[in-house]
Each structure stands twice: as structure tokens, then as C-alpha cells.
């Protein structure tokens, strides 16, 4: 029997792994709305790296939250953009592994393997057109086939849920060229339940969608067709959904997508990453006094360390330096001031999204402060905790499962 992915889930990454409770508590309030959409867990090895954790402390974290709150719908730790480097990790205490194979887009295939994958596909289009995909998506299909078949090894077929992530790269794919991966995907037995294309558009971390709204929607749509076509052509799962990567705040293009599940009845998967993490920030700045200072502090030492920090995520980023006010004027603020900045709210004139992005990516800061940081974490819990469940369930929840 295989494990089966529920058909709304939503991505909730926990740097620090003390916010396992308040994330929890918003699934359970869309629950009692109706809208069952059930958490995943996901952290990735870079991050595990940068706070020096392990993945055991995620799984740890999420069925201690779950018994505590009496959760008894599913949950899923993810093993967040692996590969074969560094998997090895994750396959005690994760049950989703995201293949990360961007890397592998564009790797040469061998012609005769390509032309044998158009032989073998004349439904997918114009035989030309297929080639050409092909060539582009084979190896990194393969890949992603490699890395899955080592799992399977590892944790037993069926044991875990498999998304295929092609999202870090340069170029969106076409619907035509999802058909194309997912035709393939299905020739190399990889039953995916989810997969993470990329789309028009930039979805930098943590702020909102910057793009042409009505493209993204009619290719949002558009996918879900190739999906619906795919699952009814080959041997995939019937629960294959696409997954929105740094999904996290993008407001404008959430009606859009709620509109074309609502269409088509389709699940979704929606990761929204780090912005737990800012969501701790702003309760230690609610909670003022030491938490402020902490907050601030953090500031600080981002701002001081900004351009290491942003070269990792200069894709998904766009700052504007001029737009950072400095530690001294920050040091300044009030805990209202601080949280106005911080707290993605665009229709309060305070708040600044060039300062978002930068703590967003800000958190190896608060990792080398190590206890100091976690010890806060504990002392502002309740303040933090409020915003966490607060962010998740106003922002993300309900304007996408609740309306």
C-alpha cells in the first residue's frame, strides 16, 4: 500500500523547530472550517547545515505537536531539495523527498534514447517538438528516476511520497513540456504524487508575486490540464498536483489558484518555507524588552552581513539597498515599528519589503547565536506563537482554501 499524499497540503518549514505547535494549531482552524489541508515539515540540507540540526529534529518536533494537539489527520516530514549528496540524512526520519534535478535540465541525452522516447510517444505532439523537449528534460528525468530508486532501496517502495522538483532554474516550463516530464517520469517508474515545475514569473522568498497575474493563471490552468491528461495516459498516481514552490505570501496570485481548484477539483501542494521564521522575529519584537532587543540585534548583523547572505538566494531575492534603513535608525524603533516593517502587510504604508526579503534570508544570524537565540525563543512563546498560527491561517489558509 503506498502512501498516499492528502489533496491539499501545505509546505511549513520551521527553521529552529520550536513553531511545530503553532503551525499545527492553523491546520487544525482551517479544519474546523471545513478545509483539511494537511502540514508537511520541510527543511533541507543546506538549512540543517546552516542551524546545525539534524532531520530527526523535525520529525521529533511534528509528532510531538501532533499528540500534544490530538491532530489525527496525516502529516509528512519533508526531505527538502535533495539529491544523491545528501539524502542519506533523511531516509530514517522523513516519509516526502522533494529530487531536486534543476541542475540536471539541459544535460545532453543521448539522441537515439531521445528518439526512442518520440517512437514511443507519437499522443505527446509533433515528433519534432517532442525531440526537442526531450533532449532538454531526459536527464534530468533520469536523475530524478536514480535518486528515487535509492530511496525506494533505502525505506521500501510505497513508504514515502515523491515530488519531482524542477523549479531553480532559468526558464518556466510549457505545459507542453510538463506533458512531456511527466510522460517520461512515468517511463522511469517514479510515482510522483506531486511536481514542482517552474512557473512565469519570480517568486522571490517571502514577499509577493512580481508577474503578469493573468499569464500565471492561464498557465496555472493549463498545467492542471497536462496533469489530468498525464494520470489519465500513463501509470501515475491519481493524486498527482502540482507543488508551488516559495509559494509563501503570494497574495495576488492565490485567488487564481483557488479558482482553478475549485474548476477542475484538483489538489494543490504550496510550500511556504521560511516565513515561520520571520514570523518569530516579529513576535520577539511584539513581546519588546529583550525580545525587541534580540530582534534588532538580528537586524543588525544581517544588515552588516548582507552580502554573504543574499549570494546563496540571488535568484529568489530582489533587494534594493538603498531601501534597508540602517541598525542605527532600526535600534530606534518601537516593537510597533519593527513588526510594521516586518509583517507582510502591504496595505500598512510602514511596511518594507526590501527588510523582509533580507531577514529572510537572515537566519544563519540567529543560528550562530545558538541557545541565546532558542532560549528567546521559549521565554516569547506565547507571543510568537500567536503570529505564527495568525500568518498561516489568515494569509495562507483561507484566502486559498476558505475564501
Known amino acids: 500500500m503506498m502512501t ?56 521529533d518536533a511534528a509528532e510531538a505537536a501532533a499528540a500534544e494537539l490530538g491532530w489525527t489527520q496525516p502529516y509528512f516530514v519533508d526531505a527538502d531539495h535533495i539529491n544523491l549528496s545528501n539524502v542519506d540524512g533523511f531516509i530514517e526520519a522523513a516519509d516526502f523527498f522533494t529530487l531536486d534535478v534543476a541542475e540536471a535540465i539541459g544535460r545532453p541525452a543521448e539522441m537515439e534514447e531521445v528518439n526512442a522516447f518520440a517512437g514511443r510517444r507519437p499522443e505527446l ?48 516550463q510549457t505545459p507542453d513540456e510538463l506533458l512531456v516530464i511527466l510522460a517520461a517520469i512515468a517511463d522511469e517508474k517514479i510515482p510522483a504524487q506531486t511536481i514542482a515545475p517552474k512557473f512565469t514569473g519570480r517568486f522571490n522568498k517571502g514577499v509577493d508575486y512580481v508577474g503578469d497575474i493573468q499569464q500565471f493563471e492561464k ?12 494520470v489519465s495516459c500513463y501509470e501515475l498516481p491519481e493524486n498527482l498536483k502540482l507543488s508551488v514552490h516559495s509559494g509563501s505570501d503570494k497574495f495576488s496570485i492565490y485567488g487564481p489558484i483557488r479558482r482553478a481548484l475549485l474548476r477542475t477539483g484538483a489538489g494543490v501542494h504550496l510550500k511556504t518555507a521560511g516565513t515561520t521564521w ?41 533587494i534594493d539597498a538603498s531601501r534597508l534603513p540602517g541598525p542605527e535608525e532600526v535600534n530606534g524603533w518601537t516593537a510597533e515599528q519593527y513588526a510594521s516593517a516586518l509583517r507582510h502587510d502591504q496595505s500598512n504604508p510602514a511596511f518594507n519589503q526590501h527588510v523582509r526579503q533580507l531577514l529572510h534570508v537572515g537566519y544563519k544570524v540567529a543560528a550562530k547565536m545558538g541557545d541565546r537565540y532558542l532560549g528567546m525563543l521559549v521565554s516569547c512563546e506565547e507571543s510568537i506563537s500567536k503570529n505564527v498560527t495568525e500568518n498561516i491561517y489568515e494569509r495562507h489558509l483561507k484566502p486559498l482554501f476558505i475564501g
Open 4 to 59: 498516499t499524499l492528502p489533496k491539499f497540503t501545505i509546505g511549513v518549514g520551521d527553521r529552529f523547530a520550536h513553531q511545530a505547535k503553532a503551525q499545527l494549531r492553523a491546520c487544525m482552524m482551517g479544519a474546523g472550517q471545513g478545509a483539511v489541508v494537511s502540514p508537511v515539515w520541510n527543511k533541507s540540507h543546506r538549512e540543517h547545515v546552516i542551524i546545525g540540526s539534524e532531520p530527526q529534529s523535525q520529525r
Open 125 to 172: 505532439g509533433a515528433p519534432g517538438r517532442v525531440r526537442e523537449i526531450a533532449a532538454k528534460y531526459l536527464a534530468a528525468v533520469r536523475e530524478a528516476g536514480v535518486i528515487y530508486r535509492y530511496i525506494a532501496g533505502k525505506k521500501g517502495a510505497g513508504n514515502f511520497v515523491t515530488e519531482v522538483s524542477m523549479d531553480e532554474t532559468d526558464a518556466p
Open 219 to 230: 498557465e496555472f490552468n493549463d498545467d492542471l490540464d497536462a496533469i489530468a491528461k498525464a
Open 278 to 318: 520571520l514570523e518569530e522575529l516579529i513576535g520577539l519584537a511584539d513581546a519588546g524588552e529583550e525580545g525587541l532587543d534580540l530582534a534588532k540585534e538580528v537586524y543588525a548583523r544581517a544588515y552588516e552581513q548582507r552580502k554573504a547572505l543574499c549570494e546563496p538566494y540571488a535568484a529568489v531575492i530582489d
